[in-house]
């Protein structure tokens, strides 16, 4: 949601950041100082955070804007802070609600939990309902994807439209390095080690990174190698408990928008037409010379194609279609 005056507040308050976390800790940024980037972000997408206990897990979550709600969901391993640069650009009269998926982000973690994509689809159903949630339109990147696309296949009454940005949960036809890494040498490159492997996967990710100070990038990476071990087992629950998606896609009638970046290396770009030959009502994009996250590495062009999806999809449309 755009708001008067985010450029120069953006360049200010960056600045004040990097001073902070040079002259505090050497260029080499807290916790506290990377949540109090995060809040930055928020405010300059007109977002709030907000948390409620549902079941056993208390979720977090950024909300913001008053119209028909949008729901996005983010990948493996990250947390709703990928989407404000995108929400930043998106149009008003819209309300939106990220939150971070139970297990990662500021949202509870329980050792003895399943974090599989289809140990999610149940709590997401209570967190909506929680939040009073009936119909929406639904976002959701790679991980988040594939729980988008598995909960609009089982709750189609609740979804009125579904985007997917480079998500998981097809077979794909020509497995990216990541995927072969895994699947057959057991390594779970997405899960750096130290700050250096944090940074190649940085590189692999985007094909242009978008900018953030090294004391920023540098938090991002502990923070991640902390959490290994339990990101480890919930990855081994993701692709052990994996549930495909190819037999659910021709039950999905809602207007649904796919978007991948052609360099993809997290998850191939041949996936996108397995989703586009399963869903009856897809339009796909493939964007070129842009790697797995195009709300991070084209923000506002992905919030221009996702705004224009949304306008000629509002509630009341499809809603006539049927």
Same mark, same amino acid.
């Given at each position: ?14 600045? &004040? ?26 405010? &300059? ?10 079941? !056993?897990?208390?979720?977090?979550? =950024?909300?913001?804007? #008053? ?8 990948? /493996? ?26 297990? /990662? ?7 003895? =939990? +399943?974090?599989?994509?289809? #140990? ?8 909506? !309902? ?12 790679? $991980? ?7 909960? #609009? ?11 997917? /940005? ?51 990038? +540098? ?14 087992? $919930? ?18 009638? $809602? ?39 195009? &709300?991070?590495?084209?923000?506002? +062009? ?6 224009? /999806?949304?306008?000629?999809?509002? &509630? ?7």
């Amino acid at each position: 949601m755009r708001l008067p005056g985010l450029r120069l507040l953006r360049a200010s308050m960056l600045g &004040m950041a990097l001073l902070a976390g040079v002259g505090g800790m050497a260029g080499c940024a807290s916790q506290n100082t990377l949540q109090s980037f995060y809040a930055l972000e928020r405010n &300059m997408a007109g977002l709030s955070e907000k948390s409620v206990q549902v079941g !056993d897990h208390r979720w977090v979550y =950024a909300e913001g804007g #008053s119209g028909e709600t949008v729901l996005l969901l983010h990948g /493996f391993a990250a947390s709703k802070e990928v989407w404000m640069r995108m929400v930043r650009e998106m149009p008003a009269g819209y309300h939106y609600v990220i939150p971070d998926l139970p297990g /990662f982000g500021k949202s509870s973690y329980l050792p003895d =939990a +399943d974090y599989d994509v289809p #140990s999610q689809v149940p709590r997401l159903e209570a967190f909506l !309902d929680q939040l009073g949630l009936t119909r929406l339109h639904l976002l959701g990147n790679s $991980m988040g994807g594939n729980l988008a696309t598995l909960y #609009s296949a089982t709750h189609p009454d609740q979804v009125a439209t579904l985007a997917l /940005f480079a998500p998981s949960g097809v077979t794909q036809p020509h497995p990216s390095p990541y995927t072969r890494a895994y699947l057959e040498q057991g390594q779970a490159q997405l899960l750096p080690q130290t700050r250096e492997q944090y940074r190649q996967l940085l590189q692999d990710v985007f094909v242009e990174p978008p900018y953030a100070p090294d004391f920023i990038i +540098d938090s991002l990476a502990d923070g991640m190698v902390a959490r290994r071990p339990e990101y480890l087992r $919930m990855y081994q629950q993701f692709w052990g408990k994996r549930r495909p998606l190819e037999p659910l896609l021709p039950d999905i009638h $809602m207007p649904v928008l796919i978007l991948w970046g052609d360099r993809d290396k997290v998850l191939d770009v041949s996936a996108a037409q397995i989703f586009k030959q399963g869903l009856p009502h897809a339009q796909l994009a493939i964007w070129p010379n842009v790697g797995h996250a195009p &709300m991070l590495e084209k923000s506002a +062009d992905a919030a221009q194609l996702y705004g224009d /999806f949304l306008a000629r999809n509002r &509630m009341s449309q499809v809603a006539r279609l049927h």
